[in-house]
Nanobody
């Protein structure tokens, strides 16, 4: 089992920045790829960004490319999502997820473990 805990969410004005963190515990010795997903009110959960086990491969959904950056520190069992130039449409609950994926994946079903989420609200 792997436990994931997100932090760093909050309220920010449009154009501002936030850095989300996701701390993993439990069976962290496995080679997990990590992903960030988000779910806005009355919308389905959607993929945001993913990073491979060693961090050599990353992938982003088009709407966040150039604004968000995913990274990881395996020594600290933590993955980060740096979010810059935030927009009101980025408002959502952000979830991190871990999965045994070769490389990266945008598919929720490939991630076995999920955190509880952290709220990000961007005001206009």
């Amino acid at each position: 089992q792997v436990q994931l805990v997100e932090s760093g969410g909050g309220l920010v004005q449009a154009g501002g920045s936030l850095r989300l963190s996701c701390a993993a515990s439990g069976r962290t010795s496995r080679s997990y790829a990590m992903g960030w997903f988000r779910q806005a009110p009355v919308k389905e959960r959607e993929f945001v960004a993913a990073i491979s086990w060693r961090g050599g491969s990353t992938y982003y959904t088009d709407s966040v490319k150039g604004r968000f950056s995913i990274s990881r520190d395996n020594a600290k069992n933590t993955v980060y999502l740096q979010m810059n130039s935030l927009k009101p449409e980025d408002t959502a609950v952000y979830y991190c997820a871990a999965g045994w994926v070769a490389g990266t994946s945008t598919r929720m079903e490939e991630y076995a473990y999920w955190g509880q989420g952290t709220q990000v609200t961007v005001s206009s």
